[in-house]
């Protein structure tokens, strides 16, 4: 099996595959121990993700819940214990996590070759037969595209986010704070851009336990005024909106980056995408990181009982875990880019310690249509109702 691309995704599927004895090598054309632009945190779902693999939370700061701000409202709710998932999420800056990662899976046995830059090499009846990095060619019987948000080799594979679907876009910086160690992550859910619109989104302070926290603010395209919004000009606006924590000034340059909410095919002959690569992201929330841990098992597993029948058995087996809710995420993205309609929204939304709980299911991924309970039937509906409403959501989409 190969492997481009050597983040939680990638590693996931190498770590999963080499301990079962296949031969393993990843392509990462970053150095070991490279950034990624990332808010760092790890939901419960993600904790989970990471004792299936058994590495071990060492370097994390481990967080008991969620606090939402919406305006003068706010909530702070704990985990929820005795479900699927553990009662505790986590902040893991990317630099550490992603090089625990990949250091576990050079101990499992896989080859990683960083500063590799990778392309897949596709044969004349378009099957992908293996990997072309620099002068070398290695051929592989299944080619794994974890290569994030989606770029060249998704070109190459026509593997490219769905033009009509929306995506989220995404800025962090480092900061100093004496609440650093706080065992709650923070999100606004009532950030402004610099007219004054409603940024369909959340603004986030997620403390790290070293000394700093990480703070951000994403939007989703669905929003009004979405192509001209100066990421760094949101960022400070939302700086002013946590004197609490009294802040120090950024450690270093803020980094904006993409989040993929589609991708028009996620498999081929040959070849499977998974984690960014695939459209992985839950656009309520921004998060990434589980489901691409959660992707690349899948695809170790699969690729183990047959890699000829790997790539149909992935999309569909993705299909029927993730797709129905994704939609539904997508689906809300379109009636939160409606400035009205998510007032209304999130008044709601932290109304009552009831619904706020929903809310902070759906916003740490604990939560989807095969869910028993109170959050399960809400999504349920939901998506029901965002189903017949979709149409006219997108018709009267605001102007990006
Ligand atoms: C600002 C921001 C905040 C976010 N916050 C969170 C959060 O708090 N929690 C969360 O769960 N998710 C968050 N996300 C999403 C999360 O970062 C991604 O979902 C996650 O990184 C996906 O992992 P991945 O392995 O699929 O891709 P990546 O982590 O992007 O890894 C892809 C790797 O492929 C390498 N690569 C790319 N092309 C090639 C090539 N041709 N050859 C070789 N190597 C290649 C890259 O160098 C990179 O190392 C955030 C995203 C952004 C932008």
């Known amino acids: 099996m190969a492997v481009i691309g050597g983040g939680p995704a990638g590693a996931a599927a190498a770590i999963r595959a080499a301990r079962?004895?296949?031969?393993?090598?990843?392509?990462?054309?970053?150095?070991?121990?490279?950034?990624?632009?990332?808010?760092?945190?790890?939901?419960?779902?993600?904790?989970?993700?990471?004792?299936?693999?058994?590495?071990?939370?060492?370097?994390?700061?481990?967080?008991?819940?969620?606090?939402?701000i919406a305006g003068k409202r706010r909530r702070e709710l704990p985990w929820s214990a005795g479900g699927r998932f553990p009662d505790h999420g986590a902040v893991w800056p990317r630099r550490r996590l992603d090089a625990a990662l990949i250091d576990a899976a050079v101990a499992a046995g896989a080859a990683v070759r960083f500063g590799a830059e990778a392309q897949a090499v596709i044969d004349d009846a378009g099957r992908v037969t293996?990997?072309?990095?620099?002068?070398?060619?290695?051929a592989a019987d299944l080619v794994v595209i974890a290569a994030g948000a989606q770029g060249a080799v998704a070109r190459q594979l026509g593997a490219v986010r769905d033009p009509h679907e929306p995506y989220g876009i995404a800025i962090r910086a480092y900061v100093e704070s004496p609440r650093h160690a706080d065992r709650h992550i923070e999100a606004c859910l009532t950030v402004k851009d610099q007219h004054g619109t409603w940024v369909p989104g959340y603004g986030w302070m997620f403390p790290c336990g070293d000394g700093t926290v990480n703070i951000g603010v994403g939007a989703l395209s669905t929003m009004r005024g979405f192509k001209q919004l100066n990421l760094n000009s949101l960022l400070e606006s939302y700086r002013a909106l946590v004197p609490d924590w009294q802040i120090g000034p950024n450690l270093e340059r803020p980094r904006a980056w993409r989040l993929p909410m589609s991708a028009v095919k996620r498999h081929g002959p040959g070849w499977v995408a998974i984690g960014d690569a695939a459209g992985l992201v839950n656009p309520m929330n921004g998060e990434g990181i589980d489901y691409g841990l959660e992707s690349g098992m899948l695809v170790a597993d699969l690729f183990e009982a047959d890699p000829a029948s790997a790539p149909i058995e992935y999309d569909r087996q993705i299909g029927e875990r993730f797709d129905g809710f994704l939609r539904t995420g997508r689906r809300f993205a379109f009636l939160i880019g409606h400035?009205?309609?998510?007032?209304?929204?999130?008044?709601?939304?932290?109304?009552?310690d009831r619904i706020a709980n929903i809310t902070l299911q759906v916003m740490g991924n604990l939560v989807d249509s095969s869910t028993p309970g109170a959050a399960g039937r809400t999504v349920r509906l939901a998506d029901r109702v965002l189903a017949a409403a979709d149409p006219v959501l997108r018709k009267t989409r605001a102007k990006a």
């Not at 993600?46 to 693999?53: F, K, Q």
């Not at 400035?339 to 009552?352: D, I, Q």
């Open 20 to 68: 079962r004895g296949a031969r393993v090598i990843v392509f990462e054309k970053g150095a070991h121990g490279r950034d990624k632009v990332c808010g760092d945190g790890l939901t419960p779902r993600a904790v989970a993700a990471l004792d299936e693999l058994a590495i071990p939370l060492d370097g994390a700061h481990l967080i008991d819940g969620l606090r939402m």
């Open 130 to 138: 293996g990997v072309r990095s620099g002068n070398a060619t290695i």
């Open 339 to 352: 400035p009205r309609l998510m007032r209304t929204g999130l008044r709601f939304a932290v109304g009552t």
